[in-house]
């Protein structure tokens, strides 16, 4: 399974939280209350961030070695690692709502007969356009 580590920069603030920022991928931040909540922010921010990148189809850099001269006096640098295809597979068949528009005596003839709109939709779905994903 592919996996991407990069490397964390955690800052401490004055009241006990961190933040957290990627130097080779710029706009990728997140925070924490406490230093293993950064962390674990960290991994969901690094997974999305890359999975954007990668539905955006911009290209991702390798990572790289930080520079110490770069780092915050008091941060903290960590190799964050996650499992990009995980993430996708996550991302991918997560449930999102939709709006329909339907006549209201077929909406209210399906709800007589009990149909389960979001089943019926996805079947059809996926019939009209010929997939048998997830």
């Known amino acids: 399974m592919r996996k991407a580590t990069y490397f964390a920069v955690f800052e401490p603030s004055t009241e006990g939280n961190f933040g957290v920022f990627f130097p080779d991928l710029p706009g990728c931040i997140s925070m924490g209350d406490d230093f293993q909540h950064a962390q674990s922010m960290a991994e969901e921010a690094l997974g999305l961030h890359l999975w954007g990148m990668d539905k955006d189809g911009e290209s991702i850099p390798s990572p790289s070695q930080p520079k110490f ?38 909406k209210e003839l399906a709800e007589k007969q009990g149909v389960n709109f979001s089943q019926i939709t996805q079947a059809a779905l996926k019939e009209y356009l010929g997939v048998e994903k997830h």
């Open 69 to 106: 001269s770069d780092i915050p006096e008091g941060a903290v640098v960590v190799a964050i690692t996650v499992f990009p295809d995980m993430v996708s597979n996550e991302m991918d068949n997560r449930a999102v709502k939709t709006n329909i528009t339907l006549p209201a005596w077929l």
